[in-house]
T-cell receptor, first 113, second 114 residues
Framework: EPEVTQTPSHQVTQMGQEVILRCVPI?????FYWYRQILGQKVEFLVS????????KSEIFDDQFSVERPDGSNFTLKIRSTKLEDSAMYFC???????????FGSGTQLSVL | QKEVEQDPGPLSVPEGAIVSLNCTYS??????FMWYRQYSRKGPELLMY????GNKEDGRFTAQVDKSSKYISLFIRDSQPSDSATYLC??????????????FGQGTTLQVKP
């Protein structure tokens, strides 16, 4: 069964460093998303991406965050200057078309020290 | 009032029991309702997907949506130890169907004891 793949599974970084989280969405999907989950808290929407542009972003997704689809298969989330409070599990998700089911990857655990 | 409320539990039941998990919500614009299962340190896995009000059954799982009460439920019949996980409700409005901005509940932790 096709799945959303995320790498790395764990990422440790120093505060102020840039990190790039990588995702390979399901191949025939057109809509791509990043969510995050701080330990013990709800899964929160960060950003949606369609047709090579951001469709919607949350208040969390400030200027330190950016997304990119550099080629036909990868989807990345960049955090320019990480803060302690960015420590969380980051989930990539994809959807084939609007109003359909959203499928999540296994996540990247980001730890900012 | 929180947009989506879900009792975090934990909920502990014996193997074979019927489990009832619930969420309430405040936004009447929500049209799509989902239940995800999440194992520890893993991504949410879609279990059930329902549009608008009504019931949907898939094997041991039944999802119910009552839009008039703004209340959704997931029933698990003949629960198994492998069902032990956190169950997340999630929902989205029709106008957000393309943006994929799901609103999640807190999640209910379920433990099924052998």
């Amino acid at each position: 069964e096709p799945e959303v793949t995320q790498t790395p599974s764990h990422q440790v970084t120093q505060m102020g460093q840039e990190v790039i989280l990588r995702c390979v969405p399901i191949s025939n999907h057109l809509y791509f998303y990043w969510y995050r989950q701080i330990l013990g808290q709800k899964v929160e929407f960060l950003v949606s991406f369609y047709n090579n542009e951001i469709s919607e972003k949350s208040e969390i997704f400030d200027d330190q965050f950016s997304v990119e689809r550099p080629d036909g298969s990868n989807f990345t989330l960049k955090i320019r200057s990480t803060k302690l409070e960015d420590s969380a599990m980051y989930f990539c998700a994809s959807m084939r078309s609007g109003g359909e089911k959203l499928f999540f990857g296994s996540g990247t655990q980001l730890s900012v020290l | 009032q929180k947009e989506v409320e879900q009792d975090p539990g934990p909920l502990s039941v014996p193997e074979g029991a019927i489990v009832s998990l619930n969420c309430t919500y405040s936004n009447s614009a929500f049209q799509y309702f989902m239940w995800y299962r999440q194992y520890s340190r893993k991504g949410p896995e879609l279990l059930m997907y329902t549009y608008s009000s009504g019931n949907k059954e898939d094997g041991r799982f039944t999802a119910q949506v009552d839009k008039s009460s703004k209340y959704i439920s997931l029933f698990i019949r003949d629960s198994q130890p492998s069902d032990s996980a956190t169950y997340l409700c999630a929902m989205i409005g029709e106008d957000s169907g393309n943006t994929g901005k799901l609103i999640f509940g807190q999640g209910t932790t379920l433990q099924v004891k052998p």
